[in-house]
Structures are given as C-alpha cells and as structure tokens.
C-alpha cells in the first residue's frame, strides 16, 4: 500500500509515538517524568516534519488510507494536519520570504538574534491562525472534502485531548499539551533556521540546509530544505542525492551547514549576529501588510506544489 518503501520509517515512527504515550500514560513516575517528556517532545517535532512530508507526497497509494493517515498524524503532531496546508504549502512554498508569505522572516527585526529566534513562533504563528481560518471559509464551499476531512480532524484533535485532560490533567498536560506545543513550535521555528539571511531570488541560494546525515536520518532529510523548495512533491528518501546533483555545486558554502546545533550556538549565543550567508549583515525590508496568498485556482495551485491526493486535494 505505500507508494514509497522508505515510508516503513515514517509508519515507524508514528507507531513509537503512539506506543510511548500509552507507556507513559500506564508506567511513567517520579524521576522518569522529565527524561520521558523531552523525548515525546522530540518525537511529536518528528510526526510534525512527517506531517509536512504527508502534504507534500503521500504515504499510501489508497486515497482513504492517506486520509484515515492523517488523522493518526493529527493526534501524534496535535494539530489538524489539514491545517498546514493553508500557510505552507500555498503561502510559503509559492512565495517564499516575499510580503504573501505568512512565514517570512522579515517580521522579526529586534537588534538580539536570539529575541528574534523566540519571538518569530508567536509573530508569525497568529498571522496564519487567522489566514488559515478564512482560507478554511472559503474552502467550505470550494473545496466541500477538504473541508470535511478537516472537520473530522479537529473533532478528533481536540475532543482526544479533552478526554484525556478529564483523565488525568496532569499526565496530560505533561505527555500530550506540552509536546504538541514544542511540536508546532518547532515545525514553525524552523522556518527561521531554513530561510534568514538568505538570498530568495536566487537560483540555490534561497535556503540553508543542514546536511549531518545523523540529523537527517531522524528528521527524514528534512536538512535538504532548497530542494524541497524546487521540488515539493519529491519524496523525503530522494532529497539527499537530489540535492547533490542540482544545487551542492552552485550553492555558497555557508548554506550547506554540517551541524544544526552549532549553527544556532553561532547565529543565537556566540557571536549572536543576525548574518547573509555571505557574512554580511541582513538588511530588512520595511515590514507591512500581508499580501494577498490565496490562489484563485486553488485545484492548479494544488498540482504545483505536488501533493497528490491528501488534504490539499480531497476530491
């Protein structure tokens, strides 16, 4: 049923979410609380990324096992996945770091990098829950299974998390509210660490990729971010070697980072400077409105950001 074989890592790794909570929900006490929290922190940020992945390619061949697909995703990330959609794949995918991007980098423009790096997730993280909210609107009558699958989605997110908070509140807020915050946040933030102080209207340059192969077996290649970016629907396994052959020769240098976290130990403590890629300082735009994202032809809009059969098309 998969259409990729590579997916028996993705199906993996939901299954070990969903496994570690019930462990955590049954056996979890005293001292082993707070080691048991950041690793379902880490896993939900991971079923975040395959929630991104899912909208871009889907796992499986049968259209109704992509949808039953996403809502598993949805309790696992904590967010209807069909909510992605709107402010990814149609905002920033199609217009990326311009004034129609809801994630673009240029909202945040304190003198500290780091006040920048926490403040980027709240800035931008109320601008999509809005625009999301009337591209839903009018989706409800353009799009009716879109809008249903949703609908399903939200029922299950938010009606699974209140039953378990009238379980247990505190097993609950721990194992399931906790990690699903540092998931979105993290999906979020990372658009931070991807896009700053690049170059969005050049050919490669346009994105910063982490190429650790560790990192990337974890994250699904996700470090292989500029060419996602020119071509959304590959699928995660083919990115590395993608890469390689259409960007690792023309790109600079400085966007091919071996390490994510001495990155950010650069960029936010020491020397902490908002930086180009090409060691210059950014200069921002004056920041403004959003422009308009909303493609009039939602279905051509669909197809050339490569998602096949899931929550962008439901029809």
Known sequence: MLRNR????????????????????????GWMIAPLVVLTCMISWICAVITHNTLHCPVFKNRTAN???????????????????????????????????????????????????????????????GENYRYV??????????????IIEMVMCWGTKAVLLALDWKKALVFVVIPHFFAVWGITTVNY??????????????????????????????????????????HWSKLREAHMKELHEGIHPALEQPSLALYMF?????????????????????????EEWIPKN?????????AEGTALDAG
Not at 9 to 26: G, I, K, P
Not at 139 to 150: F, I, N
Not at 204 to 230: A, D, K, L, P, Q
Request: with cysteine; proline share 6%.
């Open 137 to 150: 609107g009018m989706m409800k009558v353009k799009m009716p299974k879109w809008y249903r699958q949703l």
């Open 193 to 234: 660490l991807q896009h700053d102080g690049c170059d969005e209207d050049h050919p490669f340059n346009h994105s910063r990729n982490y190429v650790g192969r560790i990192f990337n077996w974890f994250t699904f290649n996700n470090g292989f971010h500029g060419i996602h970016h020119e071509h959304p629907g590959l």
């Open 298 to 306: 939602i279905q051509s809009a669909v197809h050339e950001l490569g």
């Open 266 to 290: 650069r960029t936010f403590v020491y020397p902490g400077k908002r930086m180009r890629y090409d060691g210059q300082p950014v200069k921002l735009p004056m920041e403004g409105p959003d």
């Open 6 to 29: 590579a997916d028996g890592r993705t199906l993996a790794f939901v299954a070990f979410y969903y496994v570690l909570l019930t462990v955590e929900w049954r056996f979890a006490h």
């Open 67 to 129: 949808k039953v697909f996403q809502i598993a995703l949805t309790c696992a990330y904590g967010f209807p996945v069909s909510e992605y959609v709107p402010g990814h794949n149609l905002s920033h995918h199609k217009f990326t770091q311009k004034r129609a991007d809801l994630m673009r980098t240029s909202k945040v423009q304190y003198s500290w990098n780091l006040v920048n790096f926490f403040a980027f997730f709240p800035r931008v993280g109320f601008d999509i829950f």
